[in-house]
């Protein structure tokens, strides 16, 4: 392996782990032990290409403390989630970027996920009914089975026609990729909350809706959700053993 292969390696696990450890130390612990077990495969592939028996040394060691601390993250959550204490809290500071749906979802998505409950009053808009399909695409994507999206939200009295032209049409493309798309509409709804049927509930201050308006059709962010800025927002993280049906 050439040196600059491996430099770049080692340059990519420890961006990674620094950025486990900021996570850590932020009480952001799901998202701080994927990143600490990303960065120990990053790691362990560098020990395997290093012949110094003094880095071999160093890498072993640092891996076992990220692998212990890791486990120690594990163990805390499912104690959490035994208990049915777990909470977290991510705030998005005006203007951030980096806050896509699969960055703020994808940890709390799992292989047993088959069934995703949405409440959010404003999915009413053309930019609300995108950012709510992109959701759906995102869950589509995610290493999970989802079956049925139930969306309870209000209805669009200014244009009632649109939205609901655009969610039967959202249904049938759901439907067509082996997915219901269970729809309902209040007139009283005002929370905004997000379950999923393996436990964890996400609860977005805006909602959906917290992507700011793109500066044009042709700026960076338009269509990577990861470089769109956002609105000031809190995300509030939990975990239920009982699964909220509506």
């Known amino acids: 392996m050439s040196l600059n292969l491996l430099t770049g390696m080692e340059t990519s696990a420890v961006s990674v782990l620094k950025r486990a450890v900021e996570l850590d130390q932020s009480g952001r612990f799901l998202e701080s032990l994927i990143c600490y077990q990303e960065g120990v495969q990053l790691l362990i592939d560098v020990l395997k290409a290093v012949t110094d028996e003094s880095k071999k040394g ?4 640092k891996i076992k403390g990220y692998i212990d601390r890791a486990e120690q993250i594990k163990a805390h959550v499912n104690q959490m989630k035994e ?3 777990y909470h977290e809290q991510i705030r998005i500071t005006e203007d951030a970027t980096g806050y896509s749906y699969e960055a703020v979802f994808k940890p709390y998505i799992s292989g047993s996920l088959t069934e995703a ?3 959010d009053p404003y999915i009413r808009h053309t930019h609300q009914l995108y950012n709510f399909l992109r959701f759906c695409e995102m869950l589509l994507k995610a290493a999970c089975k989802v079956k049925t999206i139930h969306l ?3 209805s669009d009295e200014a ?3 649109q939205q609901r032209s655009a969610m039967a049409e959202l249904k049938d493309s759901l439907n067509a990729h082996g997915v219901t798309l269970d729809l309902q509409y209040s007139s009283t709804i005002h929370d905004r909350e997000i379950r999923f049927d393996n436990g ?3 609860k977005i201050g805006r ?20 470089l769109r800025q956002c609105h000031e927002t809190t995300v509030d993280i939990f975990h239920t053993k009982h699964t909220k049906t509506l």
């Open 58 to 61: 160093h890498y072993r060691e």
């Open 83 to 85: 208990d049915g204490k």
């Open 117 to 119: 409950w949405v409440e």
């Open 152 to 154: 309870l939200t209000s």
């Open 159 to 161: 244009d009632a026609s």
């Open 200 to 202: 964890w509930i996400i």
């Open 207 to 226: 909602g959906l809706d917290y992507f700011k308006r793109p500066k044009g059709r042709f700026s960076v962010g338009y269509c990577d959700y990861d």
